[in-house]
Nanobody
Framework: QVQLVESGGGLVQAGGSLRLSCAAS?????????MGWYRQNPGKERELVAV???????NYADSVKGRFTISRDNAKNTVYLQMNSLKPEDTAVYYC?????????????WGQGTQVTVSS
């Protein structure tokens, strides 16, 4: 059973920084698909923040471009999100995501979520 374990959330003042980490455990083979981060606020849909392929290609939401940086360590099945210049509107529960394909079947995984709160 694959689990995604997130860490690094918390409370920070506007303009500050946080670094989120997400490690996949219980993985026999490498996560060969996308890894990334989504976020969600109560009553709103979960939205993409940033994703990265196993080859290092990235995609960011327009609202975080230039402020957030996603990276991953394929050997450790871990993805990171460096968040700088944080704004109150970045406040949300951040969820780690990963997918991998094994024998033509795609498996999706989600973390339990970590709260990020940015005070003004």
């Amino acid at each position: 059973q694959v689990q995604l374990v997130e860490s690094g959330g918390g409370l920070v003042q506007a303009g500050g920084s946080l670094r989120l980490s997400c490690a996949a455990s219980g993985v026999i083979l490498s996560i060969n698909g996308m890894m990334g981060w989504y976020r969600q606020n109560p009553g709103k849909e979960r939205e993409l923040v940033a994703v990265i392929t196993s080859g290092g290609r990235t995609n960011y939401a327009d609202s975080v471009k230039g402020r957030f940086t996603i990276s991953r360590d394929n050997a450790k099945n871990t993805v990171y999100l460096q968040m700088n210049s944080l704004k109150p509107e970045d406040t949300a529960v951040y969820y780690c995501y990963a997918d991998t394909t094994w024998r033509t079947i795609k498996y999706d995984y989600w973390g339990q979520g970590t709260q990020v709160t940015v005070s003004s």
